[in-house]
């Protein structure tokens, strides 16, 4: 693997007046996860933080990694497994039908997509689709789910193939991928060549605001090159001729997201104008908003540990729940392994048998939560925790607890007693 290159300009204006805003130190690929008989091979680390542009508000990773070195063949993400993801797809899929009024001779694209589970009820009503993802796992998922897609990192010049051979798009989706580029003026650059003239573009990503609010230190990883915010995206997009025109919140989904909408016309809604304002009001362009979270991350992670600690020294077993993107960046930061956590839990089969990059926790099926039945159980995906405790309910019966590490539940780590359950 290639080495990390430090970000000397912002990569959506080109500003070189870039203020960091946390430093992680040197960490491990958060998707990469270790097979059984690697154990003994080091993982390759490289330096992980965050940074601000002044000049269009963007927050972006201070050191990046090729894409190809992230979204390799063993790429393990499938978004099928989560079902509040699914059922959040479903009803997009659904508003756009709505919305669009969407039928057999319409063009749906989406860009990162992943195992195809958005465009899957769009297909099933009878709409042409395409999905574009570059992680051969997840798109051969995808067309096994009968789910149209091609395999390629998007940019402009898969846009010009894509148009050149299907036609203009009439929607164009991009959930959870605008963090996921490098290059982000080639992609919104391909997703305005691919459009139809009065086509829509929908992006979905983690708000900024709620990342530090809430603490969500650990949706940072290489993986993510961009943190996002109204001020940001909507600039970014009208380089390219692209109008943010309505706003959608999410505070449950991925610790807090929006849905921006965006045309070729600008018929921008209040709903634009009320989280411009909520923005501009906090400072979210400006190093004060960002004042004072890296101390807080390093209390998080300090607080937690001496959590764990105290549970092993008393004689309790701790497993973990989730093998995520985000249970490598918590763990590692923190410095938990496993004489704190014994192994963690996932429904994704294809990380069974591996461990945690750096840490080096074995991941296991969730039903070892019953075999083992653990005192307590970390959960490293926080941003699912009403699907996870629906799902583990005779684990809790048997008295075991879980463990909220961080986001809106909590902003120290709080342990949840077994009739608890996340606010509706």
């Known amino acids: 693997m290639s080495g990390a290159r430090r970000v000397e300009a912002c990569r959506s204006c080109g500003d070189r007046r870039l203020t960091e805003i946390l430093s992680l130190g040197w960490m491990p690929v958060a998707n990469a996860l270790v097979p059984f008989e690697d154990a003994d091979r080091p993982d390759p680390v490289f330096p992980l933080g965050i940074q601000l542009c002044p000049r ?149 990503n983690p708000w900024i605001k709620d990342l530090v609010e809430r603490l969500e230190f650990d949706t940072i990883y290489h993986e993510h090159y961009c943190y996002l915010s109204c001020l940001a995206v909507s600039t970014l997009f009208e380089r390219h001729g692209l109008y943010l025109n309505d706003v959608e919140y999410f505070p449950d989904l991925h610790g807090g997201s929006l849905r921006w909408w965006f045309s070729r016309s600008l018929a921008a809604t209040d709903a634009v104008a009320r989280a411009l304002d909520i923005e501009h009001r906090l400072g979210v362009g400006t190093p004060d908003f960002y004042a004072g979270f890296a101390d807080e991350v390093e209390q998080i992670g300090a607080a937690l540990v001496d959590l764990l600690c105290a549970l092993r020294a008393s004689g309790r077993r701790v497993a973990g729940y989730g093998g995520a993107a985000k249970a490598t960046t918590l763990m590692n930061a923190a410095g938990i392994d496993n004489s704190l956590v014994e192994f963690v839990v996932d429904r994704n089969a294809a990380k069974w048998g591996r461990l945690i990059p750096g840490c080096r926790v074995p991941v296991r099926p969730p039903e070892a939560l019953l075999e083992e039945q653990p005192d307590y159980t970390l959960l490293l995906v926080w941003n699912i925790a009403r699907e996870v405790l629906g799902q583990q309910g005779e684990y809790q019966r048997r008295g075991g607890r879980f463990i909220v590490p961080v986001g809106e539940m909590s902003r120290r780590a709080t342990v949840l007693e077994p009739s608890t359950r996340p606010a509706q």
């Open 56 to 204: 269009c508000a963007l927050v972006q990773i201070i050191h990046e990694l090729p894409a190809e070195a992230i979204f390799g063949d063993d790429y393990p993400y499938f978004s099928s497994y989560s079902d509040s993801f699914v059922r959040h797809a479903a009803s997009h899929a659904q508003d756009l039908l709505r919305r669009r009024a969407l039928r057999d001779d319409a063009f749906v694209v989406e860009v990162g997509s992943n195992d195809g589970y958005l465009l899957r009820p769009l297909a099933e009503a009878g709409v042409p689709v395409l999905g574009i993802d570059p992680a051969p796992g997840p798109v051969q998922a995808a067309v096994t789910a009968g789910v149209p897609s091609l395999q390629a990192f998007f940019g402009h010049e898969v846009a010009c193939r894509v148009r050149a051979e299907c036609g203009p798009a009439d929607v164009v989706i991009a959930n959870n991928v605008m963090a996921h580029v490098p290059d982000v003026n080639n992609v919104v650059a391909g997703i305005a060549e691919l459009l139809a003239p009065d086509g829509v573009v929908t992006v979905e």
